[in-house]
Every structure is written in structure tokens, then in C-alpha cells.
């Protein structure tokens, strides 16, 4: 055990030596684990494909309108102090009467997240405006103090009762914090970006001895945590220099041995970002940097293999509730998307924006609803299957599962119905075993030609969103490209 500690520290060191000096590399604290370790520790989140994202904080009650007025149709409302440039205490003081969660808005959202086929859950412990939903010793800014509850615990307790599994979302930007340094970085926002602090010189040492204190809570106070969702990082502040990383996530490895983290603690090409913008992350990731990357907002076009990946969306075009934004998905493209993400082998982390109350938009609570339905026929498509073998398919999308050294099953979502009747799988090379529609089992006929595999179809497509056809075939799938 000592000599293994002692090479896993002098690995390190050597490492950190070759990268260059603390202030050009983000460190990213001790990380050991052998690939074997990593995938059992990853094995439930790989396989569970589907979790609910939830935003929910001061900001929902306000729900976009600032002082009588609307602020905006579109984009992130939960950034309504940044869009306003109010300093904390007016935000404080217009948004927390209208902050009011009933007794049991934490039950709605965990059996809602559970009807709709989700694994998981991950909440806003605490976004950019500062406000927790926990109970802290760390200052007074949080629903302890405010509210005398701890909304968190209620959450947790109410996923653990679904058996779901439950993750933090952390912000690292605070805005309320009186020592939080943002004229650090140009690229981070902050209400009051490019004026100088109200209260003089800032002491960043201090909010971070804070943020370590209140991530020592969560980690430690509500039994069990499966995800720490870190929110998030520019290229010009980062790392241990922006937010101690390495010894935050230390913290929660020691306290939660099986955690999964993001990578936003970070923003560079080692943690799996090539810029600032949504789309600007890149498929490599050394797991010290965080297990997963999160394209938030986008699907990669052709997944990222070998990485883990989490894309993050909204139903609207908010994260935090917004009363003016109409401008909802339809259940097709919902669950489209997630049946597009697991084709390419990740997971969709679909969020929804309760109200100050807790209670969840009619809008979303359909959807999430809609997309149970489909699940409940469809779901073994979707969880624990692998990414498709083909590179594209012009009707639809494909997920496979390895039934046995013999036997791959492939699952064809169908988006688009073939007119002709006909199913054709360009270029598959493999014998068809046994081919049925998913939903009620009906067999259809199977056969092998020259350019592949063709499947007859009934004249209507039984489900217009996305029928799945089961396929099995002998062997690994064995696609063969066209001659040019
Ligand atoms: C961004 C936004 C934020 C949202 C998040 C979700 O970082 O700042 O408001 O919580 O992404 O991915």
C-alpha cells in the first residue's frame, strides 16, 4: 500500500513537473483508479442514458419579470440578476417573497422524473446568484437561513423514495459572495462586470475557503451522492486558480467514493474544451479533470467515442423558469433527441424549470409524460445499449445490445416510414436472425442481399414519433461501405 501511495505521488509530481508551472496548468488534485475501476464506478451512469435536470432557485419566482416588466423571451432566466445588473441585495429583496416551494413540490418532481423513464436527477444546489438550497453553516444566503428548510434534503429524500439515483449542480461563480474577485476573469459574467467592488479591495482566498466549506456539506450531509455537476469555468480563470479544483475534488472522491463529476471545473483541451463557446468542447478528457463532458445544448454530430458525454438541453429555450418563453419542444423532437444522443452512445439530461412554488410547468410536465409513454415500450432500446454500427441511416436512428457471443440485437428507431414498405439496412453484411416490431411483438420478414439487409414494414407507421424495429443478427455487426 505505502510504495503503491508512494509511486501514485511521484507519478504525479513527475507529471505536474513536465506540464509547466501551477499558473499555466490547472491542477487537478490526486486521481488513481485503473480503467477497471472506472468503468464500475461508471457502469450505472453509462447504462442509464436518461436524467432530469432541474433548475430551481431564487430566479423560478421571479419567472422573467424584473420589477413589473418582462425581461426577455428567450434564453437563460436563471441569469435574471446578470440580465437586470442588479447587485445582491435588490435582487435579494425582490426575489426571495416570491420564492415561496410548498410542502411537497420535491415529491412531484422525483415521480415525475420516474414516470418519464429518467435514472437520475440533478439539481441546482446553488446557482450564479449564490443563493443555496441548503442548510449551511457557511453564511446566510441559503434556504436554511431564509426559509428554515433545507430543500435539498427534501429532494434527496425524495429521489432516494423513486430510487433514483441524485446529483448537485455547484456553481463556483457566486454573485452574492462579498469576496468573490470577478474582475479576475473578462470572460465570466457578473451583475457588476466592470465596475469596481462596492466594497473595496476583494480577497478571492476567502470565498474560496467558503465554496470548500459549503462543498464539504453537500458532500457530507445527505448520505449518499451519485454526480457533483460543477458550473463552471473560463479559459481566463480556472483550475485550483479560480476555484482550488484539485482539492475540491479530492474532497468529494475521499467523501464519496463513487462520485461522477464534470469536467466544468476546467476549460482547457486536456479537460475536454477548445473555447468559450456552447460548442466548443472537444471529445478527449483525462478523467482527472472530470468523467464526463457536457455539450450543453447541442448534440455531437457524430458522438464522441471512447469519452463519456452528457448533452444538457432545455424544453424552452430557459433554465430557470421564464413565464414569457413559449417556445417549447414537441414531444417528437424531445424524444428524438433522445434517441439520437444514445445512438451515439450518451446520455440526455433534459431539463425542466419549476415555478417559485416548486411545481412544474404544465408544458414540461406533458412532455416528460410523453416521453414515459414511449419509454415504457420502448426503453430497452434506449438504456444500457451501446452506440449504433452504422454511420448514418437516412430513416432513422439505430442502438445495439450484444445478446450473446452469437447474437447482436440491433434496435431501429424509424423516424422517417419507408413508403416502399421496405426497411433497407445499406451495407450490413450479417445474416438476419429474427426480426419483430419492438411494441406488441408482430414478426416481420428478414432478408439478406447484396447491398445489405431489407426488412417489410406494415403500410403505417404504428408509432408517427419513433417505431422501433428489433433486429437480431449473427455476430458483431458488420457494415460494408458502398464501392465509390
Ligand atoms: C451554463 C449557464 C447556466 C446553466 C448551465 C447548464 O453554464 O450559465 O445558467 O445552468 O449552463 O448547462
Given at each position: ?339 439520437d444522443i444514445a445512438s451515439k452512445g450518451g446520455n440526455y439530461l433534459l431539463n425542466i424549470g419549476p415555478k417559485g412554488d416548486g411545481s412544474v410547468p404544465e408544458e414540461s410536465v406533458k412532455s416528460m409524460r410523453a416521453i ?113
Open positions: 500500500m505505502r510504495i503503491a501511495a508512494f509511486l501514485i505521488c511521484t507519478a504525479s509530481v513527475l507529471a505536474f513537473s513536465q506540464q509547466g508551472s501551477a499558473a499555466d496548468q490547472p491542477a487537478a488534485g490526486a486521481y488513481s483508479e485503473t480503467p477497471q475501476q472506472r468503468d464500475a464506478r461508471m457502469k450505472w451512469w453509462r447504462e442509464a442514458r436518461f436524467g432530469m435536470f432541474v433548475h430551481w432557485g431564487l430566479y423560478s419566482g421571479l419567472a422573467g419579470t424584473w420589477q413589473g416588466k418582462p425581461v426577455g423571451t428567450t434564453g437563460g432566466m436563471e441569469w435574471i440578476q446578470q440580465r437586470v445588473k442588479a447587485d445582491t441585495d435588490t435582487y435579494a429583496k425582490e426575489a426571495i417573497p416570491k420564492f415561496k416551494p410548498s410542502a411537497d413540490f420535491a415529491r412531484g418532481w422525483a415521480r415525475l422524473a420516474k414516470q418519464a423513464g429518467c435514472k437520475y436527477l440533478v439539481f441546482t444546489s446553488k446557482h450564479h446568484d449564490g443563493f443555496g438550497l441548503f442548510n449551511s453553516k457557511a453564511g446566510d444566503y441559503n434556504a436554511g437561513h431564509v426559509l428554515h428548510r433545507d430543500l435539498v434534503k427534501e429532494i434527496v429524500e425524495a429521489c432516494r423514495a423513486e430510487g433514483l439515483r441524485v446529483g448537485f449542480y455547484h456553481s463556483v461563480i457566486d454573485w452574492h459572495h462579498d469576496q468573490y474577485a470577478y474582475a479576475k476573469s473578462k470572460q465570466l459574467p457578473h451583475p457588476l462586470k466592470g465596475q469596481p467592488y462596492p466594497n473595496g479591495e476583494r480577497d478571492h482566498a476567502k470565498y474560496q475557503a467558503y465554496l470548500r466549506q459549503q462543498v464539504d456539506e453537500l458532500v457530507s450531509n445527505y448520505g449518499r451522492l451519485d454526480i457533483l455537476w460543477w458550473d463552471y469555468s473560463s479559459q481566463d480563470f480556472q483550475g485550483d486558480e479560480a476555484w482550488r479544483a484539485g482539492d475540491l475534488m479530492s474532497l468529494a472522491r475521499s467523501k464519496q467514493p463513487g462520485i461522477i463529476m464534470n469536467n466544468r471545473l476546467f476549460r482547457s483541451p486536456e479537460a475536454g474544451w477548445s473555447s468559450m463557446g456552447t460548442a466548443g468542447y472537444i471529445p478527449q478528457l483525462d478523467p482527472k479533470y472530470g468523467d464526463f463532458i457536457t455539450p450543453e445544448q447541442h448534440i455531437p454530430a457524430t458522438g464522441m467515442p471512447g469519452v463519456d458525454w452528457e448533452t444538457c438541453m432545455t424544453m424552452n429555450t430557459t433554465w430557470g423558469y421564464n413565464e414569457h418563453d413559449r417556445a417549447w419542444k414537441s414531444d417528437e423532437t424531445l424524444i428524438r433527441n433522445l434517441i414515459g409513454a414511449w419509454m415504457r415500450v420502448n426503453g430497452q432500446s434506449i438504456y444500457a445499449t451501446e452506440a449504433s454500427p452504422f454511420e448514418k441511416l437516412e430513416w432513422g436512428r439505430c442502438t445495439q445490445r450484444k445478446l450473446n457471443v452469437r447474437t447482436t440485437r440491433l434496435y431501429l428507431h424509424v423516424f422517417g416510414w419507408p413508403k416502399s414498405g421496405q426497411l433497407v439496412l445499406a451495407g450490413l453484411a450479417n445474416s438476419p436472425v429474427e426480426a419483430a416490431l419492438l411494441a406488441g411483438g408482430q414478426r416481420l420478414q428478414a432478408a439478406r442481399g447484396d447491398g445489405g439487409v431489407t426488412i417489410g414494414l406494415p403500410a403505417e407507421a404504428p408509432d408517427k414519433i419513433a417505431t422501433v424495429v428489433v433486429l437480431d443478427i449473427a455476430g458483431a455487426p458488420k457494415i460494408v461501405k458502398p464501392a465509390e
